[in-house]
């Protein structure tokens, strides 16, 4: 795992509990697993290229997410994530 992938690790585990954690922790090691790679601000990359944002916990919001910009579910073909 990338330093930087941990660090959306760490702030899962520092922020969050019970099942919100469980589900959020399975996420970020499905995204270590597919060669994702957190740019430590927002953004997460597949293969060098954007692939979506994410927004980890912290100490003025406890809730973290997820999202693209657009419609780019043909953009990334082969990408371990699909819009369908």
């Not at 954690?21 to 790679?37: C, D």
């Not at 740019?39 to 003025?60: R, S, V």
Request: hydrophobic share 30%; net charge negative; aromatic share 12%.
């Amino acid at each position: 795992m990338s330093e930087q992938n941990k660090k959306i690790e760490d702030a899962l585990r520092k922020y969050l509990a019970g099942e919100e954690l469980k589900n959020a922790i399975n996420l970020a090691e499905f995204f270590s697993a597919s060669e994702m790679v957190y740019d430590g601000e927002y953004e997460m990359h597949y293969k060098n290229e954007l692939a979506c944002y994410i927004n980890t916990p912290n100490e003025q919001d406890k809730q973290w997410g997820i999202w693209t910009v657009g419609d780019y579910s043909n953009e990334h073909e082969g990408a371990p994530v699909r819009c369908e």
